[in-house]
Every structure is written in structure tokens, then in C-alpha cells.
């Protein structure tokens, strides 16, 4: 049936919701950009934060003589510095990852569309026919799926730690926190890792579902083609664009022609004979109007003759026709402005 959406959406089907914020993109390639981000962080930042608490730690010795209220002040005051050169560069990492996750999948989009307020949103029947739907239960599944995932990454990691977390009692500070830190990484990077995996695979499922969301039946695609063929600016664009188009072939070739015909203003007809190519003179370009005075300033640009000759011009205009032979009859006067060319040329 016609009223079946089985016809994939139309590229203006896909500007317009686009313009409406409705776009294919997945949560969790942001996500996962992000706990790479944050491992990288982790990974190269790790022993500038082992320096930063150590200093805090012996700075904190320092305070035991003095007054209560002193030594708080002065304890918040460093403890508060260290907390922001620990969190902001993981905070700019993770900023900038969740950035690029975004403009990857959806490029600069700014849309207001979706914040407009709608009696449709308050809908209870829409917003249970929203909460059941197959998407929201897609949703609940890679949900669970990744909380399953994520604890079975992080079993793996203490299991394999166990003997060290075991014998880290015993060790020295350095080495301690530098187990911490294998630890702490190994768990951020196999959860990079799994936040990858799942994201590839929901972005590709988003896809489907928006494409399957904006699905078109044929009479909403021949509704949609007669609204485009009949919106006068469109029209308009489209003829103007056919009109440069047209207007640049004919200036391409009048550079490449031996004359030009003009009557002297109206219209303007290129003539191109090459000997031992063409057997006969070739009309190349003919204009009239705006057209016919640029060929004219392009011929005058590119040194190419230009005669005028009112009746041989309106006989190529009306019996010839671009990029056939002239007309037989015109043979002998297109013969004789073909020598005037020739002295014309030579005299040079």
C-alpha cells in the first residue's frame, strides 16, 4: 500500500530533522571517549598526583604546633589547591573527549527545536507509548549489559591483583602507590576499551532506529517532490543556477573560437574552424542579450576578431544551431569572414 512507510527518508527529510535536533548519534561514544580521556589522564598524570599528595602529606606535619584554627585554615587552603591540580586536567580531558564525541556524529548542530514547550510532551499516552517502546528497551538492555560488562572487567582486575593487594601492606609508600596506580589504570583502560565496543555497536543501532523513524511512504515522497517542484524559489534558484551554468559554457568556448558574429549588440554567435578538423566552421557559442555583450568583452579580452555583420548574424541565429556545421547556404560569406580573419591575424 502507498500509506506504508517503506521508502527510505529523503535528504530533505533529513535536513529537516536535523534542523528539529533529531539526528543519529549514541550517548555512549561520548561515554567512551571520555573514560579514554580520563584513562590517558590517569596514565600520564599519575606520578605528578603522587608528588602533589606526598607534599600535601608532609605539609600537613608541619601544622601539629599551631593554633587549631591556623592550621585548619592553612590545611583546607592546601588541600583545596591540591584537589584542583588533581581534577582539572582529568576534567579537561574528559570535557574535550565528550566535545569531539558529539561534533564526530552530529557536526556543529545548534537547535532549539527541542526545547520549544508542546502540549504533545505532557501526553500521558505518548509519554507511555515513549517509556514501552522497543528503543527504551534496547536502552535498559545495553544499560544492563555494561553494568554486567564493567563488573566483570573490574573482578578480573582485583582477581589478578589479589597476590599484590595482599602483600601491599607490607611495601613502601612509593611502591604501594605505584601498584595503586597500575591497578587504577588497568581498570580505566579495559574500561575504555568496553565502553568502545559497546559504543561502536549503539551507534550503528541508533541509526537504525532513526532511519527507521523517519521512514517515508510514497505518497508522502510524490507530496514532497510536488511541494519542491512547486516552490517559486526554489524554481527560481534552480533556473538562475541553469542560466550561470549555460552562460559559462558559452564563455568557455567563445576563448577557444577564430571570430565573433555580432549585429552589433543584440546577439553574438562564435565561430571555431581548426584546418584538418573541422571540415566545415563549427558554431562553438551563441548568445543574446547580457550573454551576447560578455562573449563580446571576453573576445575582446582574449584578442579574438569580432565582426559585425547584421544579416550574416541573424541567419547563424536563426538556421544554425551550437556545436553543429553551418548551414550550407552560409558557407560563402562565413568563407569570407574566415579570410578577413586570416588578415586580420596576420596584420598582427
Same mark, same amino acid.
Given at each position: 500500500?502507498?500509506?506504508?512507510?517503506?521508502?527510505?527518508?529523503?535528504?530533505?527529510? *533529513?535536513?529537516?530533522?536535523?534542523?528539529? @535536533?533529531?539526528?543519529?548519534?549514541?550517548?555512549?561514544?561520548?561515554?567512551?571517549?571520555?573514560?579514554?580521556?580520563?584513562?590517558?589522564?590517569?596514565?600520564? @598524570?599519575?606520578?605528578?598526583?603522587?608528588?602533589?599528595?606526598?607534599?600535601?602529606?608532609?605539609?600537613?606535619? !608541619?601544622?601539629?604546633?599551631?593554633?587549631?584554627?591556623? @592550621?585548619?585554615?592553612?590545611?583546607?587552603?592546601?588541600?583545596?589547591?591540591?584537589?584542583?591540580? *588533581?581534577?582539572?586536567?582529568?576534567?579537561?580531558?574528559?570535557?574535550?573527549?565528550?566535545?569531539? /564525541?558529539?561534533?564526530?556524529?552530529?557536526?556543529?548542530?545548534?537547535?532549539?527545536?527541542?526545547?520549544?514547550?508542546?502540549? =504533545?510532551?505532557?501526553?500521558?499516552?505518548?509519554?507511555?507509548?515513549?517509556?514501552?517502546?522497543?528503543?527504551?528497551?534496547?536502552?535498559?538492555?545495553?544499560?544492563?549489559?555494561?553494568?554486567?560488562?564493567?563488573?566483570?572487567?573490574?573482578?578480573?582486575?582485583?582477581?589478578?591483583?589479589?597476590?599484590?593487594?595482599?602483600?601491599?601492606?607490607?611495601?613502601?609508600?612509593?611502591?604501594?602507590?605505584?601498584?595503586? @596506580?597500575?591497578?587504577?589504570?588497568?581498570?580505566?583502560k579495559w574500561c575504555g576499551v568496553t565502553f568502545v565496543a559497546i559504543a561502536v555497536g549503539d551507534y550503528f543501532l541508533q541509526r537504525h532506529f532513526f532511519m527507521k523513524e523517519n521512514m517515508m511512504s510514497k505518497d508522502e515522497l510524490k507530496q514532497e517532490y510536488k511541494e519542491m517542484e512547486g516552490d517559486p524559489q526554489i524554481k527560481g534558484q534552480r533556473r538562475h543556477l541553469h542560466q550561470e551554468m549555460a552562460m559559462s559554457d558559452q564563455v568557455a568556448e567563445?576563448?577557444?573560437?577564430?571570430?565573433?558574429?555580432?549585429?552589433?549588440?543584440?546577439?553574438?554567435?562564435?565561430?571555431?574552424?581548426?584546418?584538418?578538423?573541422?571540415?566545415?566552421?563549427?558554431?562553438?557559442?551563441? !548568445? =543574446? /542579450?547580457?550573454?551576447?555583450?560578455?562573449?563580446?568583452?571576453?573576445?575582446?579580452?582574449?584578442?579574438?576578431?569580432?565582426?559585425?555583420?547584421?544579416?550574416?548574424?541573424?541567419?547563424?541565429?536563426?538556421? /544554425?544551431?551550437?556545436?553543429?556545421?553551418?548551414?550550407?547556404?552560409?558557407?560563402?560569406?562565413?568563407?569570407?569572414?574566415?579570410?578577413?580573419?586570416?588578415?586580420?591575424?596576420?596584420?598582427?
Amino acid at each position: 500500500m502507498s500509506g506504508e512507510k517503506t521508502e527510505p527518508p529523503s535528504p530533505k527529510r *533529513l535536513r529537516d530533522a536535523r534542523q528539529k @535536533g533529531q539526528v543519529a548519534k549514541s550517548q555512549e561514544v561520548s561515554s567512551a571517549l571520555v573514560v579514554l580521556a580520563v584513562a590517558v589522564a590517569v596514565g600520564v @598524570g599519575w606520578n605528578v598526583a603522587l608528588d602533589c599528595l606526598k607534599t600535601l602529606l608532609v605539609r600537613s606535619t !608541619g601544622v601539629f604546633g599551631l593554633p587549631f584554627d591556623l @592550621g585548619l585554615r592553612i590545611m583546607l587552603r592546601e588541600s583545596v589547591l591540591a584537589l584542583l591540580v *588533581l581534577s582539572l586536567p582529568v576534567v579537561f580531558f574528559a570535557a574535550v573527549a565528550g566535545t569531539v /564525541g558529539h561534533v564526530l556524529q552530529t557536526g556543529f548542530l545548534f537547535a532549539i527545536e527541542p526545547a520549544k514547550p508542546s502540549l =504533545e510532551k505532557l501526553n500521558p499516552k505518548q509519554w507511555f507509548k515513549k517509556v514501552f517502546s522497543m528503543k527504551n528497551l534496547m536502552e535498559f538492555a545495553k544499560s544492563a549489559l555494561k553494568v554486567s560488562v564493567i563488573g566483570l572487567v573490574l573482578w578480573k582486575v582485583f582477581r589478578d591483583a589479589t597476590p599484590t593487594l595482599v602483600l601491599m601492606p607490607y611495601a613502601e609508600l612509593n611502591v604501594a602507590l605505584g601498584c595503586l @596506580g597500575t591497578m587504577t589504570y588497568e581498570m580505566m583502560k579495559w574500561c575504555g576499551v568496553t565502553f568502545v565496543a559497546i559504543a561502536v555497536g549503539d551507534y550503528f543501532l541508533q541509526r537504525h532506529f532513526f532511519m527507521k523513524e523517519n521512514m517515508m511512504s510514497k505518497d508522502e515522497l510524490k507530496q514532497e517532490y510536488k511541494e519542491m517542484e512547486g516552490d517559486p524559489q526554489i524554481k527560481g534558484q534552480r533556473r538562475h543556477l541553469h542560466q550561470e551554468m549555460a552562460m559559462s559554457d558559452q564563455v568557455a568556448e567563445v576563448r577557444r573560437s577564430n571570430v565573433l558574429i555580432t549585429n552589433p549588440t543584440h546577439i553574438a554567435i562564435a565561430l571555431r574552424y581548426r584546418k584538418g578538423e573541422t571540415p566545415l566552421p563549427v558554431i562553438a557559442a551563441r !548568445g =543574446e /542579450g547580457a550573454l551576447a555583450r560578455r562573449m563580446m568583452e571576453v573576445a575582446e579580452e582574449e584578442g579574438i576578431p569580432i565582426m559585425r555583420n547584421v544579416p550574416l548574424a541573424h541567419d547563424l541565429w536563426e538556421q /544554425g544551431r551550437v556545436s553543429e556545421y553551418i548551414p550550407s547556404e552560409l558557407i560563402e560569406p562565413v568563407a569570407e569572414v574566415l579570410r578577413w580573419v586570416q588578415e586580420v591575424t596576420r596584420g598582427r
